[in-house]
């Protein structure tokens, strides 16, 4: 058994070794396409710039201290939208879930509603908030509900009956049935509707920004854009990314230190 175990670990590191030379090909595979069409001439010089004046534009901006204001007001922005659409996704889907009735009534919005580009309603966050942040937040957060909400209450559907039935009758209140049985029951699709809130907040928030803003990361990619720096808006568009890719890792890895301490 301990030989079988040996060799189980062995080939997930010989996996996870594979897959980790295979993103890093890929990647690679990326950047020399993309240096290619920059020196190709195929496309006009400045809508592909090369890679080493993307990488003195992204040196350039990460020595500006304004950059990291615009990048703190962003990061605020998601983190409140996160906030306040993720705890109201949070409530709706476990409402859901854990009544059949108020589920065939209302779910079906919900679902009609979750596709809708949510960009649309700006003009109402503008009437209802005004054109500073909070209507930025409205929008992030308004993105990030309904992947929440759905996620939540079919992981409410998933939970095994037995757990109920046990928290029923310790006579548990709904608060405790909520933080002892049900978070802890379905922790893998809270996290992923956690994942999928923060991305669609990320893009409803820079929406948001670059349509009526004078700060934040939409407000610099859409006058970099204006004036023609696409080294600028390139090297922008990577630190968006690298941050968007840390963020989501981490929501994943503290979903992975929650299992790893109940075990």
């Not at 996996?15 to 190709?40: F, H, K, N, T, Y």
């Not at 919005?109 to 908030?129: A, D, N, Q, R």
Request: glycine share 10%; with cysteine.
């Amino acid at each position: 058994m301990a030989e079988t175990g040996r060799l189980t670990q062995s080939s997930r590191r010989s996996l996870m070794g594979s897959v980790g030379l295979l993103r890093i090909a890929l990647i690679l595979a990326l950047l020399v396409i993309w240096e290619g069409l920059s020196r190709s001439g195929l496309l006009y010089r400045d809508v592909v710039p090369s890679l080493i004046a993307i990488a003195h534009a992204l040196f350039d901006l990460l020595g500006h201290r304004a950059y990291y204001f615009h990048l703190g007001v962003t990061a605020g922005e998601i983190a409140l939208a996160l906030a306040v659409g993720g705890g109201l996704g949070l409530a709706v889907g476990i409402l859901l879930g854990a009544n059949r009735f108020l589920a065939k009534a209302y779910e079906s919005f919900l679902y009609y509603l979750g596709p809708t580009p949510k960009i649309i309603f700006f003009p109402v966050m503008i009437m209802w908030f005004g054109v500073d942040v909070q209507s930025k937040i409205a929008l992030g957060a308004l993105s990030c509900f309904f992947p929440v909400a759905l996620s939540v209450a079919a992981g409410m559907r998933q939970i095994d009956k037995v757990l109920i039935r046990v928290g029923k009758s310790f006579r548990a209140k709904t608060w405790q049935m909520v933080t002892k049985v049900y978070l802890p029951a379905m922790r893998q699709p809270v996290i992923n509707g956690l994942r999928l809130g923060f991305g669609v907040a990320l893009i409803g928030t820079l929406l948001a920004e670059t349509k009526l803003s004078n700060k934040g990361i939409g407000f610099l990619i859409v006058n970099a854009y204006s004036t023609f720096d696409m080294p600028r808006m390139y090297a922008m568009l990577i630190v968006l990314f690298a941050l968007a890719i840390a963020v989501n890792a981490l929501i994943g890895r503290l979903g992975g230190l929650h299992s790893i301490r109940k075990s």
